[in-house]
């Protein structure tokens, strides 16, 4: 359940905060000596002090523990854990949380830092709103530090189809025990999957502060797992639809393996047959009520029509009489409930499409 926070944040007995409030920041890296310092770094900088940082080293071959042992050496504050081989992310983020002291709980990557007041700001409107978990915007930076763009939150998007949470969060440990941690099985979508399976039990509140600088470089996670915009590898294709397959399945639902497939095209801007989903609407519908109900019918439907309308925009295969036909019989939501003149342009790319006059 998402919750929105607006307006300034007053002023809530900061000395109870900062002496009562133990915040865990789990730290891994592999291999992430680069830019280790700087992440580490803007940990100690936290106008909140009453943290601890737990250094996840996933059994790095560069001078990643060397650096990260130094720090521990000037600040007690900060622990290392190492592993003898190589876990991956989700793992070392279960190493970290269950070494956690802290009733709260955020984490980062190497190669990305924190602003100063990150922590604080973030704590602040969590325990204001007596929520589970906060997130807030971020910058995104090159590999010089440059700010290059910027993350912020849509409220349109849903966490059905989208990872709204993104890179700058805080959470009670709580949460990461109703999980029963991050799946293991999911690498490089374990925290999409992570904060889907925990919106079915916990309140998520959006800050709209930019407190997280997000580097996007040749060598992160995110780079490597894209060939180009919107091309995924076929292994990564594989692991988002294990992860709906995993949420939906939590849900009691039936056709999961069509589901799982379909969400997993719809969350990578793939193509989908149209005519062909449309076909089936009804008893789509009817397999994900459950779904629908807890998060919202009419707005998940309204997401789904942007993502149908951008893929009979993008696929010349979806552009064709008997789509129209049934979008008109079955969703014409999809064309009456966005501007006329875009309407107008995508029903003429359905009728005047040239395969149609093969049809």
């Known amino acids: 359940m998402l919750l929105r926070l607006n307006g300034i944040l007053n002023k809530v007995q900061m000395e109870d905060i900062q002496e009562n409030y133990l915040i865990s920041i789990v730290l891994p890296v592999y291999n992430g000596q680069e830019f280790l310092s700087d992440s580490i770094k803007s940990c100690i900088s936290q106008t909140?002090?009453?943290w601890e940082l737990i250094i996840v080293n996933d059994a790095s071959v560069d001078n990643s523990l060397v650096i990260a042992n130094k720090f521990a050496?000037?600040?007690n504050r900060i622990k290392i854990i190492s592993n003898t081989t190589?876990?991956?992310l989700p793992a070392c983020l279960n190493i970290g949380h269950k070494a956690a002291n802290g009733r709260f709980i955020t984490w980062t990557s190497d190669?990305?830092?924190?602003?100063?007041?990150?922590?604080k700001s973030m704590l602040i409107a969590l325990l204001k709103q007596n929520a589970d978990l906060v997130f807030a915007d971020f910058n995104i930076i090159d590999s010089e530090g440059k700010i290059i763009g910027a993350n912020i939150y849509n409220s349109n998007h849903t966490i059905l189809l989208e990872n709204i949470i993104r890179a700058c969060f805080l959470y009670r440990k709580e949460v990461f025990k109703r999980n029963d941690g991050y799946d293991e099985d999911l690498f490089k979508i374990e925290d999409f999957a992570f904060w889907q399976m925990a919106s079915q039990h916990s309140n998520f509140i959006y800050l709209p502060e930019n407190l997280y600088f997000y580097r996007s470089h040749a060598n992160s996670l995110t780079a490597k797992k894209t060939i180009s915009q919107f091309n995924y590898k076929p292994e990564y294709n594989n692991t988002v639809?294990?992860?709906y397959f995993k949420f939906f399945k939590s849900f009691g639902l039936k056709?999961?393996?069509y589901l799982s497939e379909l969400f997993a095209k719809f969350h990578l801007h793939q193509e989908i047959n149209i005519y062909e989903f449309l076909k089936k609407y009804s008893q789509f519908r009817i397999d994900m009520s459950e779904v629908l109900k807890f998060y919202g019918e009419?707005?998940?439907?309204?997401?789904?029509d942007v993502r149908i309308r951008y893929n009979i925009l993008k696929n010349k295969s979806n552009q064709n009489i008997k789509t129209l036909i049934l979008i008109a019989i079955k969703r014409p939501y999809i064309l009456l409930n966005y501007s006329k003149k875009r309407s107008l342009y995508?029903?003429?790319r359905l009728l005047f499409n040239r395969r149609n006059f093969n049809f």
Not at 111 to 119: E, Q, R, S
Not at 299 to 304: A, D, R, S, T, Y
């Open 48 to 50: 909140h002090k009453n």
């Open 255 to 257: 056709n999961l393996e």
């Open 241 to 243: 639809r294990k992860m």
């Open 111 to 119: 190669d990305n830092c924190y602003k100063p007041t990150a922590l």
């Open 73 to 75: 050496s000037e600040d």
């Open 86 to 88: 190589n876990q991956k």
């Open 346 to 348: 995508i029903i003429f």
């Open 298 to 304: 009419e707005e998940i439907l309204k997401q789904l």
